[in-house]
């Protein structure tokens, strides 16, 4: 792991790395480590200095909950990536988490209804103060490449 962080900051420091994503998937599993929550803190910061882009993952937003203790300052730097986040894709949610995704994220009335009516690939996009409906569309390579169902199910 030790290497692979080395690694991961000399690519990201690299003047002709080009511009480039750091994707957190499963974002709550890393930011319950401190020094990686900084580590991404510090990525969001300099993002414009290293030419990179940043993408949180999260399954729910109710996932923040765990991040450190409540008022600790562990939570307080989850809660302002999510904060300076540009960007905001939505997929469908249950209806036991869109208040909390509504307080979150700031969304109207009409955003948090819609959110449980979405179908497959159906994302509300937040950009800054304006929302779009967006439909996913994925080449059958694509659908291929990102398919997780027979994976998960153990049927290759």
């Known amino acids: 792991m030790t290497c692979a962080s080395a690694w991961l900051e000399a690519a990201l420091a690299d003047p002709d790395g080009g511009q480039r994503w750091v994707i957190y998937d499963e974002a709550w599993r890393l930011m319950a480590h401190p020094a990686l929550l900084r580590r991404m803190d510090a990525h969001w910061r300099l993002a414009r200095h290293y030419g990179i882009a940043n993408m949180l993952v ?3 937003l109710s996932d923040l909950d765990n991040v450190g203790d409540a008022g600790s ?11 300076n986040a540009e960007t905001r894709v939505i997929y469908r949610q249950e209806a036991d988490q869109l208040g ?9 009335g009409t955003e948090t209804t819609l959110l449980p009516t979405l179908g497959l690939g159906q994302g509300l ?6 929302s779009f409906l967006v439909q996913a569309q994925l080449h059958p390579d694509e659908a291929r ?3 997780t169902g027979t994976r998960a199910s153990g049927t290759l």
């Open 58 to 60: 999260f399954h729910r």
């Open 73 to 83: 300052a562990q939570r307080s730097l989850a809660a302002s990536l999510l904060a």
């Open 100 to 108: 909390t995704t509504a307080q979150a994220l700031g969304l109207t």
């Open 125 to 130: 996009w937040r950009i800054r103060n304006r």
């Open 145 to 147: 490449l990102f398919e």
